[in-house]
C-alpha cells in the first residue's frame, strides 16, 4: 500500500517536533534519526519519491528526545538506489494531535553487505562434486568467508574475493579447491567486514551419489483449483522428470515414436517438468505445454534423455495466470500472496504467452535493461523466461515505477513474470524473493485456456427487448454526469429503492497510485452501497482494442468489489469479460471512427444494466443498444468478440436496432 505524507498546514518548530537525519544517509550502515517530540505517541517515518515508498518505520516513543537507529535501507534490507528521497515523519499524539515534518535528503554512498548466500542443495557427492554449488553476491568489492564446521575441533575455513554487485556461482572444487572428509557440516558464510551478518546452513558430504531414481508415470503434475495448501504442496515437492539437456536447449516432442515424424512443438532442459503418461521401446508419452504458442501437447521424446530430479524442500511457487497472482509457500503454508504480470501474446508474437506447467528455478542471473526499461532480481526458470522485478524508467534522480506497476493484474511481459516491488501483506516482494528463494524450487503455473483462446462469438442478439424478473432491477448509464471525466469521484443514487455507489477514476490516476481505485470503491461499500460502478477514463481515446494498462485497472476495480466496470474515452466500442464476480466493460465508444478511408457506422453503444437484488455476488446483466438504430448488430458482436477476454460474454445481451426499454 502506498502512504502519502503531506506537508503540515502549521509549520512546527524544533521545539515542538522535529526530525532530523545524522550524518549522512548510507545504506547497509548504522544510520540515525534525532526525534523531538512533545508528546508521547505513535511515529511513522517514510522514506519516499513522489512514485513509491521505499521503507516505513514505525514506533511508540515517549515524549522528548530520542535517537531512531536504522540501516538505511529499503524493505527486506534492499538498497536504496543513489538518488534523492523525501523524508516524511508523523506523530499521532496521545491527546488526539498530529504532528507532521518533511525534509529531502541524497543516498550517494553505499555500505558493504552479502546480499544473499544460496546453496543448490544439502548435498554434496564427492564423486560429482560439479554438481554442487554455491550462490552469493556482495554490494561491493569484498571478501566472503565460509567455515566448515564438523566438530567443534575439526573446521576448515574458506576466503573467495569478491566483485561487488557480480552474482558468484562456484562449485564445490571451485570453493574448497580439494576434498573435505565425508560426513555432517555446518556451514557459516559472512562477508569480512561484517561477520556479524551470517548465512548459515548445513550440508551433508557423501562418497558416492544416492541411487537415481528412474523415471517413472508422474500422474498429474499440476493442482486443480480449490485445492487446499496441503494437497498443493504435494504438487510442489514431488520430483520431476525433465530432459537431460541445456537450460537454453529445444527437445522436440514428436507426434509418433519417430525422430522423423511431425513436431508439436518443443520444451525445454533441466527445469520443466513432464507429465509422463506410457514408457514403451525407449521412449515417453508425455504432456506438457510447448514454447511456440503455450499450448498444451501430449507426445513422445526418447526417454534416454530425461532424468528425474528433486525439488527444494522449503520453497514454493504458485502462479495463476487467470489472476495474475504468486502465492509463495513455505514448507507447505502459504506465506504471502503478490501480484504479477505474466506474457502477454501479440498475434505475430504468440510465443509471448507465459506457458503453464511444473518447473523448477535455474541460476540467478544479473539485472538487464531492455526498450528504456530496467529490470532487477532476476532468476531463471524456464530456459530464457524469467522471474523479475516489475520494470521502471531510470535517469539521474529517478526510478519510476508507475507504468510496471500499473500493468499489475494483466498480461504485460514478453514471457517472462513481472513481480511487485513494493511489500505484499506479509511483507513479501520482489527483492525477497531473490534473495530467498534457491535453487531447484517449484514454479507451478495455472493454465488459462479460456483466456488464450479467441472469443468465438460477440454478445448474444435480441430482437427484443430483454425484460427484467423477479427479484432484478435495471438502471441506465446515460446519465450525462458520468459520461464526463470532470464528473465526481464517488456519487451513490438511487434505482427502484436500491443504493447504487458510482466511482470515477482517470487512467492518469491509476498511474499516480493504483490504490486510487481501491480506496474509492471502499468509500461507497462504507456508504451501504448495495452494487457499485467504476467508470474508468482512458487516456488512448484513437485505440482500437483495450491495452493491457486498462485490462490491470478494470480488473483491480472488480478485485476490490466493483460489481461493473465501465471504461471511458475511447472512439469506438471495445469488447467485455467476466472477470471473478463481476463484468468489464472496456468502452461504450463515444464517436465514429475512420476505418479504411470509410467512416464506419455505430461505434458507439449505449448499455442498460440488470442487476439481480441478492446480496450475493451475481455478474450483473448488461444490455447494449447501437446508438444508430440502422447499425448492423452482427458486425458489433463480431468486432466485440475480437476484443473480448475470457469467460462472461453470455451475460451481455445486444438488441438488434435502436429498441425503446420495456
Known sequence: MIVWFLLPKTVYSAGDFSVK???????????????????????????????????????????????????????????????NYTISAELKGISGEEYSISFNTPVEYTGQCLQYLLPSSDLIALENPEEWFVEFRTVQKGTVIFLFEKTEDEQTQYTVNTTGGRINRLTYSELTGKALSTGSFHVTAFEKSKPEETFEFDLNVLERSPSAKEVFLTGEILPEAGMSEAEIWQYMQQPSVVVDIDFFKHQKVYSEKNKESASLGTLHGQTQALKVMKLEDDWAFIGAWNHEEAEYMEGWVPSALLKV???????????????????????????????????????????????????????????????????????????????????????????????????????????????????????????????HIPYHTRVLILDDPDERRPVTEGPEIIREPLQTTAGQFRISLRDEKWVEEASPRTAVSEADGHRIGFAGCSEKEYLRDPETVTRRIQELHEKGCEKIILRCFWTDHKAEKHTAIQEAMARKGVKAGADLVVGNGNRTFFGCEGFENGM??????????????????????????????????????IVLRPADSGADAETIAERMAEDSVGTGIRQVYLLKGNQSKQ
Open 309 to 435: 530430479v528433486k525439488p527444494d524442500p522449503d520453497y514454493g511457487l504458485l502462479i495463476n495466470k487467470r489472476m495474475q497472482t504468486m502465492e509463495v509457500f513455505y514448507r507447505g503454508k502459504r506465506i504471502d500472496t503478490l501480484n504479477v504480470s505474466t506474457g502477454r501474446p501479440e498475434p505475430k508474437h504468440p510465443e509471448q504467452e507465459t506457458a503453464a506447467g511444473s518447473f523448477l528455478t535455474g541460476y540467478h542471473r544479473v539485472d538487464f535493461s531492455m526498450n528504456g526499461k530496467k529490470y532487477d532480481y532476476v532468476v531463471q526458470y524456464d530456459g530464457g523466461n524469467l522471474l523479475h522485478q516489475i520494470p521502471y524508467e531510470w535517469g539521474k534522480d529517478k526510478k519510476d515505477f508507475s507504468l510496471g506497476r500499473g500493468y499489475l493484474g494483466a498480461k504485460a511481459s514478453h514471457a517472462c513474470i513481472r513481480i511487485q516491488s513494493e511489500p505484499g501483506e506479509n511483507g513479501i516482494n520482489a527483492y525477497w524473493i531473490w534473495t
Open 21 to 83: 537525519r545524522v550524518g549522512n544517509l548510507i545504506p547497509f550502515s548504522d544510520n540515525a534519526f534525532t526525534v523531538t517530540a512533545p508528546e508521547s505517541g505513535e511515529l511513522t517515518i517514510s522514506i519516499h519519491d513522489d512514485i513509491s515508498v521505499y521503507r516505513v518505520i514505525r514506533q511508540e516513543i515517549e515524549a522528548g528526545d530520542m535517537t531512531i537507529h536504522w540501516d538505511g535501507c529499503a524493505f527486506n534490507h534492499e538498497k536504496l538506489a543513489a538518488k
Open 584 to 621: 468489464i466493460l472496456y468502452g461504450l465508444g463515444d464517436g465514429s471512427i475512420q476505418r479504411g478511408g470509410k467512416k464506419q457506422a455505430a461505434s458507439v453503444l449505449t448499455a442498460e444494466i440488470i442487476f439481480d437484488s441478492s446480496p450475493e455476488k451475481i455478474r450483473p446483466l
